[in-house]
Nanobody, 122 residues
């Protein structure tokens, strides 16, 4: 079992920044890829970013150059630094641990946090 808790969401103006944190407990965190997904009102949950167990990073095109995912395995933490935020980034952001397979595929993720709300005002 893995327990995940997200934090760091909030309300920010367009162009601003937020740093999301995902704290993990349970199984050996460093062995797994971790992803950030987001779900806007009325839309499906979608892939945002992921980091492999070896530190490789992956991003959806819409956040490339603005978001940075990182991890600190000594603290069982994963972070998502979000810069140059846009109103279309407004969503609930979830971190999740992958059981293997493609980091882009939502079905490959076994454990999920409760989410943290990010609202970007124009």
């Amino acid at each position: 079992q893995v327990q995940l808790i997200e934090s760091g969401g909030g309300l920010v103006q367009a162009g601003g920044s937020l740093r999301l944190s995902c704290a993990a407990s349970g199984r050996t965190f460093s062995r797994y890829a971790v992803g950030w997904f987001r779900q806007a009102p009325g839309k499906k949950r979608e892939f945002g970013a992921a980091i492999s167990r070896t530190g490789g990073t992956y991003y959806v095109d819409s956040v490339k150059g603005r978001f940075t995912i990182s991890r600190d395995n000594t603290k069982n933490m994963v972070y998502l630094q979000m810069n140059s935020l846009k109103p279309e980034d407004t969503a609930v952001y979830y971190c999740a641990v992958s059981g293997g397979g493609s980091v882009y595929e939502i079905d490959e993720y076994d454990y999920w946090g409760q989410g943290t709300q990010v609202t970007v005002s124009s």
